[in-house]
């Protein structure tokens, strides 16, 4: 059975850090894609950062230069940390694999980013 783990949100003050995990199990971790989804009120989910299997990098145009996502294959772990925090960054983060095929999600985490 998947299971996706997510933790590390909170509320910051604009301009702050945070980072965010995710723990993963049921699946092949080390051959899939990986990514982090935000989702915000009225608005889909949208990805954010991904990571393939092998460690390559994207992000959306919005939190490129500020977010930066990693993987840990010995531990079936994925990470995002995530810098100069805006408002707009707010919202409840999911991570899943990428690409994303209809797979089940998690309960997220809550960022909030106000002063």
């Known amino acids: 059975q998947v299971q996706l783990v997510e933790s590390g949100g909170g509320m910051v003050q604009p301009g702050g850090s945070l980072r965010l995990s995710c723990a993963t199990s049921?699946?092949?971790?080390?051959?899939?894609?990986m990514g982090w989804y935000r989702q915000t009120p009225g608005k889909e989910r949208e990805l954010v950062a991904s990571?393939?299997?092998?460690?390559?990098?994207n992000y959306s145009d919005s939190v490129r230069g500020r977010f930066a996502i990693s993987r840990d294959t010995a531990k079936n772990t994925i990470s995002l940390r995530m810098d100069s925090l805006k408002p707009d960054d707010a919202g409840v983060y999911f991570c899943n694999r990428w690409p994303n095929l209809g797979y089940s999600w998690g309960q997220g985490t809550q960022v909030t980013v106000s002063s």
């Open positions: 049921g699946f092949f971790f080390r051959f899939s894609g």
């Open positions: 990571i393939s299997s092998t460690g390559d990098t």
